[in-house]
């Protein structure tokens, strides 16, 4: 825990795979702000599309700033347990290779860095193929609204920043879980009384149409696993997966009449 006053050392994950065509931004946006952080350490998969090529350009310039390994690994889960080991910061962001740091994020988080508790603000989520723009988590921060019972993210994901103690005691990410590891670990941190502390501030872009966003079915029953599993509830969660696979293939219907066309 970083006492008031102290200035706390930051680590940035990033775990990647083949994201040549993206990687370089959020390399931009990391160092860009590297006056407030301690280091921003890369997990490569074993990138076969010139990732790694850019890795080792940008750790030439910036080598006591940027490190990176590249190994296969065994999922997204087990990419941020590598770079949270590796890492040294007792403060640690995880930002994936399609996103970006807002301007003067760092700046904003530091001064809320005083105690020991999961930070999270807004996020700008972007459409690729739109370039369409909207912000995500404007309401204010609301535990039982979040976690009675715990229906949705409970924070922006990129814009959480987590102190390295709260890992010491809830654990870290699930390799069990391969799309849902985020939220299955939010759960365990607040089933252990861990605080969620909201920023009401832009904190990171995230790009839509990653792993979970192409495959929600299979991210809404990873949920509703772990909420049996840390709840040991059945009916209430497994009600919730099938209210929301219902809504989906609504959705995907409406959606496909909209597309047809009128003879």
């Not at 990033?14 to 931009?28: G, K, Q, S």
Request: aromatic letters at 10%; glycine letters at 6%.
């Amino acid at each position: 825990m970083t006492t008031p006053g102290e200035i706390p050392s930051v680590s940035i994950v990033t775990p990647v795979f083949n994201c040549a065509a993206t990687i370089e931004r959020c390399l931009d946006s990391v160092w860009s702000q590297h006056e407030y952080l301690l280091e921003h350490f890369v997990v490569d998969a074993g990138s076969t599309d010139g990732t790694v090529e850019v890795l080792e350009r940008y750790a030439a310039l910036h080598p006591d700033f940027l490190f990176f390994s590249s190994e296969p690994d065994r999922g997204i889960a087990d990419g941020f347990n590598k770079g949270i080991r590796a890492s040294k910061g007792d403060w640690i962001g995880i930002l994936n290779a399609d996103d970006w740091y807002e301007d003067n994020a760092l700046a904003k988080l530091i001064p809320y860095m005083d105690r020991d508790a999961i930070l999270h603000g807004r996020s700008r989520l972007h459409e690729p193929k739109t370039g369409a723009a909207r912000e995500s988590g404007t309401l204010d921060y609301d535990p039982a609204r979040h976690f009675r019972p715990m229906e949705k993210m409970p924070a922006q994901w990129p814009t959480c920043f987590i102190p390295r103690s709260i890992y010491e005691g809830v654990g870290l990410y699930s390799t069990e879980f391969r799309l849902a590891m985020d939220y299955e670990f939010f759960l365990r941190a607040h089933l252990a009384g861990v605080e969620f502390r909201y920023l009401p501030e832009v904190i990171a872009n995230f790009t839509l149409g990653g792993a979970s966003g192409q495959d929600r079915n299979s991210a809404r029953r990873e949920m509703a696993l772990a909420q049996m599993l840390h709840r040991r509830e059945i009916w209430g969660p497994l009600r919730l997966y099938l209210k929301d696979i219902v809504k989906a293939s609504i959705r995907r219907r409406r959606r496909k009449l909209l597309r047809r066309p009128i003879h």
